[in-house]
């Protein structure tokens, strides 16, 4: 089975661009969460939908916002891009998301906001 | 307050020994689950071990194997035999009914194993 994939692997844009990324989830996971992770704050969690609804919400302002697809993939997107954004963002996917599933990760997008 | 607090900042090992990575959490919750996960320097995480809160035995992976002490809200990470591919980022994490099942993730362990 193939695993979490994520597009871009690497981004660099500039302050008030806006980004997308992709993740598609392992097949048959209908649960993609995402998370941020800078040396400073650590991993803090995103987001997570599940059957193309958003489920879960961390504390990040509306800037960052999701989708998910019928066929489970997901994307995320920043607007107005600051240089705190820069950060490796990874997506996660599980089954149905509960509290024994493990949630494998993808390789991750490192983004870079200059 | 933190979920999950790792004390450890850094850890130093010799090849072939073990080494006990710590962890402890915080949780109202009854049922919850404990992962911990490996980062190596590429960036991916890479589950390792799963606990839940109502298993009795303690999770073994392989060469991890997990020391889980309920009562003291602790979840340690035992690692034998080290191997210079364990020299990694280390991070202990939590899934709770309370929390949405979100995985809260703490501040991470760096494991550097020495020849």
């Known amino acids: 089975k193939a695993g979490v994939t994520q597009t871009p692997r690497y981004l660099i844009k500039t302050r008030g661009q806006q980004v997308t990324l992709s993740c598609s989830p392992i097949s048959g996971h209908r649960s993609v969460s995402w998370y941020q992770q800078t040396p400073g704050q650590g991993l803090q969690f995103l987001f997570e939908?599940?059957?193309?609804?958003?489920?879960n919400k961390g504390n990040f302002p509306g800037r960052f916002s999701g989708r998910q697809f019928s066929n489970s993939r997901s994307e995320m997107n920043v607007s107005t891009l600051e240089l705190g954004d820069s950060a490796l963002y990874l997506c996660?996917?599980?089954?149905?998301?509960?509290?024994?599933?493990?949630?494998?990760f993808g390789p991750g997008t490192r983004l870079l906001v200059l | 307050a933190q979920k999950i607090t790792q004390t450890q900042p850094g850890m130093f090992v010799q090849e072939k020994e073990a080494v006990t990575l710590d962890c402890t959490y915080d949780?109202?919750?009854?049922?919850?689950?404990l992962f911990w996960y490996k980062q190596p320097s590429s960036g991916e995480m890479i589950f390792l071990i799963y606990?839940?809160?109502?298993?009795?035995q303690n999770a073994t992976e392989g060469r991890y194997s997990l020391n889980f002490q309920k009562a003291r809200k602790s979840a340690n990470l035992v690692i034998s035999a080290s191997q210079l591919g364990d020299s990694a980022m280390y991070f202990c994490?939590?899934?709770?009914?309370?929390?949405?099942?979100?995985?809260?993730f703490g501040k991470g362990t760096l494991l550097t194993v020495n020849p």
């Open positions: 606990q839940g809160s109502y298993d009795e």
């Open positions: 939908y599940f059957s193309e609804t958003q489920r």
């Open positions: 996660a996917s599980s089954l149905v998301g509960y509290l024994q599933e493990t949630q494998y």
């Open positions: 949780t109202s919750d009854q049922s919850y689950g």
């Open positions: 994490a939590m899934r709770e009914i309370s929390s949405n099942y979100k995985l809260t």
